[in-house]
């Protein structure tokens, strides 16, 4: 039998600080920028029916100095913003467009808001449930938590998500979400399943003021999906599709049992993501002006008590799985990533980048791109 010389794919293997080389800094950029390709595995789904955009009719917006500043930072890549039907404003950078797909990260979170939203509309979820509930087999770590907790971010555990720490559980997360290869190329790839039952440490107690940001509640509540829903997750996937429009594709990765990573896996462009923002303009209904999310849910979403996020983004809460103010709702990616949505004009502003330091991550950074967009969003 022939022998053939073979390697470890490059893109997946952990290198430097614990990280695979599409995430390494100097490969991030190419990385997310095709992140629709290096995934070890990944979900494609296209829209029936395209929502068409029209060209600019309105007087320009003013793009102001801290916009511009963004625009002109080594890691922009492209950003997006619709009122209505109206493309307002679109700029890219010179290595991309503004539709591409491009890795979103958490901003994939706000599909588990309007799936759980439907869920809990056709009576197969509580709020109120604990996730052994629903997920007999869950570890301590979540076993006695409700579910409203893990969807405001309040759950208080041994899941640790540091970006500027290399050994954070984050990263090992990365295996089960189809990001990485195990450092032993001899392991099996971990489940969604078996990473979320192995975490432990709950605390139970009372209100939580300040939102502990776990992506592994994402996780779990992406098993609760998948256990009790009539439909599977990526069937869910394809509705919220067709409710949106998409003119180009929604990728996402896969875990090894094939569960999205709702967590941080979506691939979208600008475009595109600006598109699935405007469902929210739209009191939940998709492009044929029918009832598809649950706009109740929504309404109390943004209008209820919930944690606090850290600042430099303190005027946001965390509430069901979304970022708000009582008007703006949105959510962050890792890397750079921001979508805000003006629910009372109606308008939706995508905006993608790629932070190229060690730890793909900075507070200020982020903080300066939400109120920026927002300043831009109270133009209208």
């Known amino acids: 039998m022939e022998n053939h010389n073979t390697i470890t794919n490059p893109d997946l293997t952990v290198g430097e600080n614990n990280k695979q080389r ?10 997310f920028h095709n992140a629709n390709h290096v995934f070890r595995r990944a979900l494609m789904v296209r829209s029936k029916n395209v929502l ?91 076993a006695e938590a409700p579910i409203q907790a893990l969807l405001d971010m309040a759950v208080i555990n041994d899941f640790s998500e540091d970006y ?32 979320t039952n192995g975490i432990t440490g709950y605390q139970s107690g009372g209100a939580v003021p300040v939102a502990h940001y776990k992506s592994a509640n994402t996780d779990v509540l992406t098993r609760v999906i998948a256990k009790i829903s009539s439909k599977s997750p990526a069937q869910h996937i394809e509705d919220i599709a067709d409710a949106v429009g998409y003119e180009g594709a929604f990728f996402i990765s896969l875990s090894p049992e094939g569960c999205p990573a709702f967590s941080g896996g979506g691939c979208l462009s ?57 008007r703006f709702v949105g959510h962050a990616g890792y890397g750079g990533q ?24 900075d507070d200020a950074y982020m903080g300066k791109v939400a109120v920026t967009l927002k300043n831009v969003l109270q133009q209208f």
């Not at 990365?174 to 450092?183: Q, S, Y």
């Not at 949505?341 to 980048?353: A, C, E, G, V």
């Open 270 to 326: 600008a475009r595109d993501l600006a598109r699935f923002g405007l469902i929210f303009t739209r009191q939940g209904r998709n492009i044929a002006g029918q009832p598809f999310a649950n706009n109740e849910f929504l309404s109390k979403t943004i209008s209820r008590d919930a944690p606090q996020l850290s600042e430099p983004k303190g005027w946001l809460r965390y509430s069901n799985h979304l970022m708000t103010d009582g």
């Open 164 to 195: 500027f720490d290399p050994n954070s559980d984050c990263y090992t997360e990365e295996i089960a979400l189809g990001w990485r290869l195990p450092r032993n190329q001899d392991s099996d790839e971990t489940t969604l399943e078996d990473f």
């Open 22 to 31: 599409w995430n390494q800094a100097k490969h991030r950029r190419q990385g």
């Open 52 to 142: 068409v955009l029209r060209p600019q009719v309105r007087a320009s917006i003013q793009i102001s100095a801290d916009l511009r500043e963004l625009i002109n930072h080594p890691a922009f890549s492209a950003l997006c913003c619709i009122r209505e039907d109206e493309i307002v404003l679109e700029e890219s950078a010179d290595d991309f467009s503004t539709r591409r797909p491009h890795s979103i990260q958490s901003i994939s979170k706000l599909h588990v808001h309007l799936i759980i939203g439907r869920l809990i509309e056709q009576g197969e979820l509580c709020l109120d449930a604990k996730v052994r509930d629903y997920l007999p087999d869950i570890g301590s770590g979540y």
């Open 338 to 361: 921001f979508l805000l949505i003006d629910t009372k004009r109606k308008t939706s502003f995508s905006f993608l980048s790629v932070l190229e330091n060690e730890d793909g991550y």
